[in-house]
């Protein structure tokens, strides 16, 4: 018998290239068909059902790829289909056809049934015999089918993709932590932000060539490549182990460590058995196991913003490139959550308010009987619409009994809006917007003590006798009675290209001449800030993008500024400021950080501008 293999003509190859047929079939769930054969040479494919008459046109996604056949050829070309069928799987009577340029196959029940298999033989009859790079990348294709399978089986067909992968994934060498590897790599943490985007952090290090390739590649088998997008930093950690290593000859202050913010084409559900992998310019790889995936978005926000701090100064590339998007999709995953669970009243509401007061409340729960005590003083605080709005849902139950039990004595109006969870600073001051009833908006901390009554109309009548006005705000005192702002400025500290946010006349007596005047101002604390409720939706309201509750009034100062608007400091009305006991202050430090960056990273062509023109050579600002 001849060893020699039989290869068909070129004609009889071509023929057989330009006939359609099903190779396999199988199903990836219920809902989803996976076809395999020889559908015409096309990216994209139109796929319709036929049911009982009725012509569905289906979502479909397609894959095509040559697989060899025959020694020395380049294969034939195939193509991998997933279809995502209506309501029912497929039964008797139903009919599919494919169609693609210059081709198109009807598939009968009969036939369709005769091509089904088990999808592990699926796997091993149509996938397995693909080269590597083809099976990484159908691989990459199938877990597509997450964003065509309906939420509720999703994490089922997770796990059916985790066991393709785990058969069709080509395996690389798995390190082995020890002082005398030339080469290593290390998952500390990886965090969802979202189902297809994640912050990775860990370490990478090869003592004998350039590091070309990292790649993390999901449970279900989608794949990122890294290598291009890491910010790197030293780890004397990692250095200082490897160092007593024989083939060690970096320096110590190697940078090893990474972090990398990254997202995936397609979802990803399961939070183990992700897998990192490496390769160097040699062609020598490696790859580890990550640890399960941190899904608590609450943490992994704490964590990253913990990231802000690896420099003096914010790394511009590690800020922009991974902290930011990170963080800010968190935040447009809570700005979409916002929704006010529970309104209850307290007294009878004034029937056409004129200014509505609208006061977050986060764990300190326990100030809204100093506000009510010194509102209580104060006729026109009954006159407005007083508006306290939870944000941290938990206290519910705590809050609703203390108002039941303050209101008979103070007899002050108020509604309490209770919201679904928690928003931060921005969020919560949105919500209580969009139930507000009075032509003015009047943003209030719940740390915040009117001196005298009287206050409010103050500030009213000035906002309505200036004209083209944006926000306007009250002298702010500490409890001494020194000036803790008389509005507020930006400075930029030596050596740093962020500008902070500052007051004016700090700690001076309340008496400052210079402070007693009204001024247009750069900006203003939204301690305590009124703006017309129209001219607030028409700016959106507060952004969310800044994390807890810091820079949010200086962005809605620099918007108004935009619109060509003038912030006023009106000090005929002064409030007591109890600075930074409205909320928790254990994560201050980290969040104002990154506000701080954030806000000159979107401001910084305007507001070198902006101080400019409002400057003097006293300081005090355009008296003007």
Not at 583 to 606: E, I, V
Request: proline share 6%; glycine share 8%.
């Amino acid at each position: 018998m001849s060893d020699s293999v039989s290869t068909p003509s070129a004609a009889a190859q071509a023929t057989e290239e330009r006939a359609p047929a099903l190779g396999r079939a199988s199903r990836l769930s219920s809902g989803l068909l996976l076809l395999a054969g020889w559908f015409g040479d096309a990216e994209a494919h139109r796929v319709t059902l036929r049911r009982n008459e009725a012509v569905h046109q289906l979502r479909s996604l397609s894959y095509p790829y040559r697989l060899p056949r025959y020694p020395g050829d380049e294969g034939r070309q195939q193509t991998l289909i997933m279809v995502a069928l209506p309501g029912k799987p497929l039964r008797r009577g139903d009919s599919l056809t494919i169609e693609g340029p210059g081709a198109s196959l009807q598939l009968g029940w009969t036939e369709l049934k005769r091509s089904l298999s088990d999808l592990r033989e699926f796997g091993r009859t149509m996938l397995a015999p693909m080269q590597g790079e083809n099976r990484a990348c159908a691989m990459t294709f199938l877990a597509g089918s997450l964003a065509l399978q309906p939420r509720g089986g999703a994490i089922q067909l997770s796990e059916t993709l985790l066991q393709l992968r785990s058969g069709l994934r080509e395996h690389l060498p798995v390190y082995q932590h020890a002082p005398d590897q030339p080469r290593g790599l290390a998952v500390e943490s990886i965090m969802a932000v979202d189902d297809r985007s994640f912050y990775i952090e860990g370490w990478v290090r090869d003592e004998e060539s350039d590091i070309v390739r990292v790649t993390a590649v999901s449970p279900e088998g989608d794949r990122a490549q890294l290598a291009g997008n890491l910010y790197r930093f030293r780890r004397p950690d990692v250095s200082d182990f490897f160092s007593a290593g024989v083939l060690s000859r970096k320096e110590t202050n190697e940078r090893v460590g990474f972090i990398c913010f990254f997202e995936l084409e397609s979802p990803s559900f399961l939070s183990t058995e992700w897998v990192l992998e490496t390769e160097n310019a040699q062609g020598d790889a490696l790859e580890t196991q990550c640890p399960p995936v941190l899904r608590d978005s609450k943490i992994a926000r704490v964590r990253i913003l913990n990231d802000v701090g690896r420099e003096r100064i914010p790394n511009d590339e590690l800020m922009e490139n991974h902290v930011m998007p990170a963080l800010i999709r968190f935040q447009e995953h809570v700005e979409a959550s916002i929704r006010i669970e529970s309104l209850t009243e307290f007294g009878e509401q004034p029937e056409s308010p004129d200014i509505s007061i609208v006061i977050p409340l986060y764990k300190r729960v326990d100030l809204i009987e100093q506000q009510l005590a010194e509102f209580v003083l104060d006729p026109e605080i009954a006159e407005a619409d007083l508006i306290y709005v939870l944000d941290s849902p938990e206290q519910k139950d705590e809050l609703l009994f203390l108002a039941s039990r303050l209101f008979p004595v103070y007899r002050v109006p108020m509604r309490i809006a209770v919201l679904e969870r928690n928003v931060g600073f921005a969020g919560a001051n949105n919500a209580g917007a969009s139930i507000a009833r009075g032509r003015l908006l009047m943003l209030m901390n719940s740390d915040v003590l009117p001196d005298r009554p009287g206050w409010l109309s103050e500030l009213s009548r000035f906002h309505d006798s200036t004209p083209n006005v944006g926000a306007l705000a009250p002298k702010l005192l500490y409890e001494d009675g020194s000036i803790q702002n008389a509005g507020m400025r930006f400075h930029r500290p030596h050596g740093t290209s962020v500008w902070l946010d500052d007051h004016y006349f700090r700690g001076l007596h309340r008496g400052f001449p210079a402070a007693n005047v009204p001024r247009k101002v750069p900006l203003l604390s939204g301690a305590c800030l009124m703006i017309a409720r129209s001219l607030y939706e028409q700016l959106g309201g507060l952004r969310g993008v800044y994390v807890q509750g810091d820079y949010e009034d200086s962005d809605l100062c620099m918007r108004l500024n935009e619109l060509g608007r003038d912030n006023w400091y009106m000090p005929a009305a002064e409030v007591f400021h109890l600075e930074g006991t409205s909320y928790s202050a254990d994560m201050r430090g980290p969040a104002n950080r990154y506000n701080g960056w954030l806000h000159t990273h979107l401001w910084k062509d305007h507001i070198g501008d902006l101080m400019s023109r409002y400057e003097t050579p006293n300081g005090a600002g355009d008296a003007s």
